[in-house]
């Protein structure tokens, strides 16, 4: 568990809370009326586990017994590394107290309200918003003022994920098929932790050959002339054309750094975007666009499909056809041959098999369709 303290409630277009000291208490509280809102802003900590759970807490004094009141949280994700004013999700929660038989009045008691509900995606880095809101419950008595204090939030780690042993389907094929050639029954050397990698490995080399194709549309933000690709397309394994809005043509791809510095010094800082260079995972726009739109770019891409992993049982299978399972079987043996690499004969048979996979993948390459997610077009 970690706790990040929250020093100072920002304020938002509606009314805000204020602060008032209590002298016999020495305590400094932050006083609410209905309809106040203050904002919390937080960056998530690097360590943060994303199977974990985020909780906004905070110390009430509680108001008379005779009170219902309700707190709201309206949670803003801003993804690292994005736009200042790029909220990529939100998320609504609200939870209602009454004290009719509650604690004794003026006693302290802690509230907590969850951040990452209904699966909002929160990653290390991103730097979250809560939008807090104090309200009064229909037909009920409402305190006109509450007081808090101690705001933090409060981050814990997730359930350990209990690898599941695959025990049927493609990938368990594989991986009797793997051991029986390997010579290894009880699977200690070739674990279902060894196939699964293998096979994850195997289908990244498959994605290096521009296997998947796939098509979205990114934002285009005024004056920002840079994309990181691993934010706006976290899948994307190549670009290949982008087009700009409704310009029939595609935009001219830059192959160095030297073209792109010669054009700029020809464009305009802003404008309708014609060029740019994809390198380091990064797309570098000339010149940069001088509007907002949400649909900016529409962009052709290769793909890498999601890793496969034991946490889905026997339901995990590769993304592609059946045909493909005697080249994972290839691949898995190459590396546990490599693998055991100390072992006598250990480096013939990884040059064997090496060699075999890459006869193999060139065959089903090149006869094979290659899969291809095409999505609705919005141009």
């Known amino acids: 568990m970690a706790t990040i303290n929250i020093d100072t409630l920002g304020a938002t277009d509606g009314p805000s809370p204020s602060n008032r ?24 900590p690097d360590d943060f586990d994303t199977a974990g759970s985020i909780s906004l807490r905070f110390d009430e004094l509680v108001p008379s017994s005779a009170f219902a009141y309700s707190w709201e949280t309206t949670t803003g994700v801003r ?32 509230r907590s309200m969850s951040v990452n509900q209904d699966d909002l995606a929160i990653a290390p880095g991103d730097i979250v918003s ?29 359930e350990p994920t209990v690898p599941t042993p695959v025990s049927s389907g493609r990938l368990a094929e594989i991986t009797r098929e793997a051991r029986d050639l390997f010579n290894e029954e009880a699977g200690v050397f070739l674990s279902d932790e060894f196939v699964v990698r293998a096979v994850n490995s195997c289908v990244r080399d498959i994605a290096r050959e521009n296997y998947w194709s796939a098509e979205t549309w990114i934002a285009a933000i005024e004056g920002q002339d840079t994309i990181d690709v691993s934010q706006a397309i ?17 935009m001219t791809r830059l192959e160095t ?30 010149p940069g666009p001088s509007l907002n739109l949400e649909h900016g770019f529409y962009v052709h891409y290769s ?16 993304p592609v056809p059946r045909s493909y399972d ?13 693998r055991d690499r100390n ?4 480096d013939l048979k990884f040059r064997e098999y090496s060699q075999l996979y890459e006869i193999e993948k060139r065959r089903l390459l090149e006869s094979a369709q290659p899969a291809s997610v095409k999505l609705r077009t919005l141009r």
């Not at 736009?83 to 009045?105: H, L, M």
């Not at 976290?234 to 595609?250: C, G, K, L, S, Y």
């Not at 792109?260 to 797309?283: F, M």
């Open 21 to 44: 000291y209590e002298p016999e208490s020495s305590l400094s509280f932050i006083e609410w009326r209905p309809g106040d809102q203050a904002l919390l802003m937080f960056r998530v």
């Open 79 to 110: 993804k690292n590394g994005s736009n200042p004013g790029d909220v990529s999700s939100t998320a609504q929660n609200s939870a209602s107290f009454d004290s009719y038989n509650a604690v004794t009045s003026g006693s302290i008691v802690t």
């Open 130 to 158: 809560v939008r807090l809101e104090y309200s009064c419950v229909e037909d009920k008595p409402c305190p006109e003022h509450l007081l808090t204090l101690a705001y933090r939030v409060v981050t814990l780690e997730g």
């Open 234 to 250: 976290p899948d994307a394994q190549e670009i290949h054309r982008i087009w700009f809005r409704d310009v029939a043509t595609p």
């Open 257 to 286: 750094f030297d073209a792109l510095i010669e054009i700029s010094r020809q464009c305009p800082k802003t404008g309708v975007p014609e060029y740019y260079l994809a390198r380091d995972n990064l797309i570098r726009i000339v």
């Open 303 to 318: 793909r890498i499909p999601r890793p496969l992993g034991l946490s889905l049982g026997d339901r995990a299978e590769p």
């Open 326 to 338: 005697s080249l994972f079987t290839l691949f898995v043996l190459r590396q546990a041959f490599l």
């Open 343 to 346: 072992a006598p004969g250990a």
